[in-house]
């Protein structure tokens, strides 16, 4: 069992840049990913990375704006979003996947552990 916690949220303006923060603990798995859910809509995905290695993936509607990295000694996931605008409001979740890597990281069934989301609110 992992637990999962997400810190770093906020109200910013857009064109301001976050870093959101996932500490893991327990058994974390093989890989940690990003995802987001905006009122009213799916939960999506953002980006993930496998602990070993740091092979990252990440969609494209935030590529060139965020960056995941990992701090393998503090079994921590950090997720750098810059650029913010008004369509990156939402609750921000990670999630702990026994996937080592695979474009199965991109859909949300592929992760067992969550953590309870940080907002983000991007005000125009």
């Known amino acids: 069992q992992v637990q999962l916690v997400e810190s770093g949220g906020g109200l910013v303006q857009a064109g301001d840049s976050l870093r959101l923060s996932c500490a893991a603990s327990?058994?974390?798995?093989?890989?940690m990913g990003w995802f987001r859910q905006a009122p009213g809509k799916e939960r999506e995905f953002v980006a993930a990375i496998n602990w070993i290695g740091g092979t990252t993936l990440c969609t494209d509607s935030v590529k060139g704006r965020f960056t995941i990295t990992k701090d393998n000694a503090k079994n921590t996931v950090y997720l750098h979003m810059n650029s913010l605008n008004p369509e990156d409001t939402a609750v921000y979740y990670c999630?702990?996947?026994?996937?080592?890597?695979?474009?199965?990281?991109?859909?949300?069934?592929?992760?067992?552990?969550w953590g309870q989301g940080t907002q983000v609110t991007v005000s125009s």
């Open positions: 999630a702990a996947s026994t996937l080592r890597y695979s474009t199965a990281l991109t859909r949300a069934e592929s992760y067992a552990s």
């Open positions: 327990g058994r974390t798995g093989l890989a």
